[in-house]
């Protein structure tokens, strides 16, 4: 039973920051490409960020890059995003997402999400 818990989510005012956490379990986290999606209302998911197995590469949308920085530590199966300068664009439901495939998360595990809010 693989379990990928987010947390951290909450409201912050535009410009502000926010570090989201996903703790893993049922898995060999350090075999996974661990990845964060977002969905806003009314609006499909989309890619976020994410991060090589052993946390060596990395990879952003292009709307955060230099903003949000994904990282890892596999002793502890945690997979983190920390938010800074927000936006209210930013506002969605992110999800920690695990995959064996860098190229693809169509057979991945998620989590249930955690609410970003970010006020203008």
């Not at 009314?42 to 709307?63: L, M, P, Q, W």
């Not at 664009?89 to 955690?114: I, K, L, M």
């Amino acid at each position: 039973q693989v379990q990928l818990v987010e947390s951290g989510g909450g409201l912050v005012q535009a410009g502000g920051s926010l570090r989201l956490s996903c703790s893993a379990s049922g898995l060999t986290f350090r075999n996974y490409v661990m990845a964060w999606f977002r969905q806003a209302p009314g609006k499909e998911r989309e890619f976020v960020a994410r991060i090589s197995g052993g946390g060596v590469n990395t990879n952003y949308h292009d709307s955060v890059k230099g903003r949000f920085t994904i990282s890892r530590n596999n002793a502890k199966n945690m997979v983190y995003l920390q938010m800074n300068s927000l936006k209210p664009e930013d506002t969605a439901v992110y999800y920690c997402a695990a995959s064996r495939n860098w190229f693809s998360f169509g057979n991945a595990y998620w989590g249930q999400g955690t609410q970003v809010t970010v006020s203008s």
